[in-house]
């Protein structure tokens, strides 16, 4: 497989603007209880500095399809042991999550993510029967797996 896909998860940008009103009220907290002590501002500085390296961190999530295999993470899965794959949409996106989850497969999700690509696999020697995998672009990611269906 030629052709390659990268998609990076990142959180969605009011939940910067959102972090910065955390910061003040918290910062604003501590400064009322410190009564207008002079280490106060370093308190700014580390509430700010701890909410950017977060979001940062939860913005590092990637999903890809290189070389024959579909990366989600550190994980990686060949494109030829998926037997069925399939976008699940929003709608569906808490049915797939819930009751009818099954416990052995694996997940990759991102709660900030609408959507998922299920990874139906057929390896003997993996107890893990598909995989789940926060995508905004779904259609993106099955282009590059032969197996790929849609659901109705």
Not at 29 to 51: I, P
Not at 89 to 100: F, I, Y
Not at 120 to 129: K, R
Request: proline share 7%.
């Amino acid at each position: 497989m030629s052709s390659n896909y990268r998609e990076r998860l990142y959180v969605p940008w009011y939940w910067w603007p959102c972090a910065g009103v955390a910061v003040a009220l918290i910062g604003y907290e501590v400064q009322l209880a410190a009564r207008g002590a002079a280490w106060v501002a370093a308190v700014y500085a580390a509430l700010a500095a701890l909410s950017v390296v977060l979001l940062w961190s939860m913005s590092r999530a990637t999903v890809e399809v290189r070389d024959g295999e579909v990366w989600a993470g550190n994980a990686h899965l060949p494109v030829e042991l998926i037997t069925r794959a399939a976008a699940v949409p929003k709608s569906a996106k808490t049915a797939a999550m819930g009751r009818q989850l099954d416990p052995a497969a694996f997940l990759f999700h991102k709660g900030w993510v609408g959507t998922l690509v299920v990874l139906v696999l057929d390896d003997p020697e993996d107890p893990t029967p598909y995989w789940m995998v926060s995508t905004r672009h779904p259609e993106k990611i099955l282009a590059h797996i032969p197996t790929a269906t849609t659901l109705a």
